[in-house]
């Protein structure tokens, strides 16, 4: 039987990050991961935002060109309040090749990755597979996504409050349009969230999400209507390409880790609550949980793991989960109209340009959080 040092669950971005800190640390890693390719059953966008892009290194050549332009349009679609950025605010990723960055990265850091390969529990440090033979670890790091099972199984906390989104994408005719994020503040095609164009000037993603319990025709229905008549869709000019997934919107769980392991990304609730990106975060928080387990596995002092510790990041998440349950209580198309008319005068709009360009989506895991180890 093949003994680990860290098991990470799951290969997204939050669970090939991790294994590249932790592999790089000089620790033994394996990655599993249930998909077969990483290029299947993408669950994102992949619009990357500005303070990620200056914070992590991302290729250039794996980023769609720049986005200045945001539309939001009431449920009528008429007069859309257009905010302009003097810079680059968001770039979409080809997320399949981001993937496959990320796991190379992790490999030359001396991870091993395994894809097919699904968890299916563990007891006593002997976790089970379906598609390997089972493995010893002395640490688990669950990066399965938002319904975690890793989580369950290690008795930390769990995502309650999910959205549920999905999204077409296809490539568009390059140089025919203007690149723009068009989003739709409509709850009946998107409850409690939005529906969306972004349209890089290469490809188009057309998507929307909500609260599943408010979408009573079901989710693939609304997006198809959406797509119909969506403000800034282009004609597919190539395979068009179906994504979708739960997305944790309740803010970062409070129980994090435990001396058997921890969470990272969707799994910890690591999604700003009220623009529902999760991709800065998972990358943010990995960096933190990476440092913590190898801290714990070198020193074996349990305390060590208070440093890691969601009560302390939700403090600084109040103003975020409130402005979310203003957005979740948008329930009539009255109500969205006179929440985007709003956003017209001076004081909604620089509330939407803080929330859309500022770089307070998801706060930094900064001092308080990597202080100093706190008696358990
Ligand atoms: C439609 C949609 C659009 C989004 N768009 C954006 C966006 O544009 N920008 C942004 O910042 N955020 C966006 N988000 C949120 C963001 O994508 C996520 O927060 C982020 O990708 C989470 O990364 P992760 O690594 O934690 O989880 P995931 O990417 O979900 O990875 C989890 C991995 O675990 C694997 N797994 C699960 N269970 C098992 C098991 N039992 N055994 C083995 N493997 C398992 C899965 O196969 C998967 O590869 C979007 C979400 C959705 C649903």
């Known amino acids: 039987m093949q003994t680990v040092d860290v098991l990470v669950v799951g290969a997204g971005l939050a669970g090939l990050h991790t ?84 796991r190379r990265a992790a490999e030359s850091a001396g991870a091993r990755v395994l894809l097919g390969v699904r968890y299916d529990g563990m007891s006593a440090g002997l976790v089970r597979f379906v598609g390997a033979e089972p493995v010893t670890a002395r640490f688990v790091v669950g990066a399965d996504g938002a319904r975690s099972r890793v989580a369950r199984d290690l008795g930390l906390d769990v995502n309650r409050r999910l959205l549920v989104g999905a999204e077409i994408v296809h490539p568009i005719a390059p140089g025919t349009t203007a690149p723009a994020f068009h989003c739709v503040l409509d709850p009946r095609v998107a409850p409690g969230y939005l529906g969306w164009v972004i349209d890089d000037g290469w490809h188009a993603h057309v998507g929307v999400a909500g609260y599943p319990g408010a979408m009573r025709t079901g989710i693939r229905h609304l997006l198809d209507a959406f797509a119909q008549d969506a403000p800034g869709r282009s004609a597919p000019t190539g395979p068009v390409e179906r994504r979708g997934g739960p997305i944790p919107v309740g803010g970062v769980l409070r129980r994090l880790a435990c001396p058997a392991g921890l969470l990272v990304g969707d799994a910890a609730g690591a999604v700003s609550p009220l623009t529902a990106g999760g991709l800065d975060p998972c990358l943010r928080m990995s960096e933190l949980a990476a440092a913590v387990a190898a801290d714990y596995l070198r020193t074996g002092d349990a305390r060590v793991l208070s440093r890691y510790d969601g009560r302390a990041l939700r403090a600084r998440f109040r103003g975020r989960l409130l402005l979310r349950r203003v957005f979740a209580g948008i329930r009539s198309p009255a109500a969205a109209e006179a929440a985007v008319t709003a956003l017209r005068g001076r004081a909604g709009r620089t509330l939407a340009a803080r929330i859309l360009f500022g770089d307070g989506s998801f706060p930094d895991v900064g001092p308080r959080l990597a202080g100093p180890v706190r008696s358990a």
């Open 19 to 102: 294994a590249r800190l932790l592999a790089r640390r000089g620790l033994d890693v394996m990655v599993a991961d249930r998909r077969r390719s990483l290029s299947a059953g993408i669950r994102t966008t992949g619009i990357f935002v500005r303070r990620t892009l200056d914070d992590f290194d991302l290729p250039d050549e794996l980023l769609g060109p720049g986005i200045r332009d945001v539309l939001l349009y009431p449920p009528s679609r008429r007069s859309p309040v257009r905010l302009t950025s003097d810079r680059d605010e968001y770039r979409v990723a080809d997320m399949a090749a981001v993937y496959e960055h990320a």
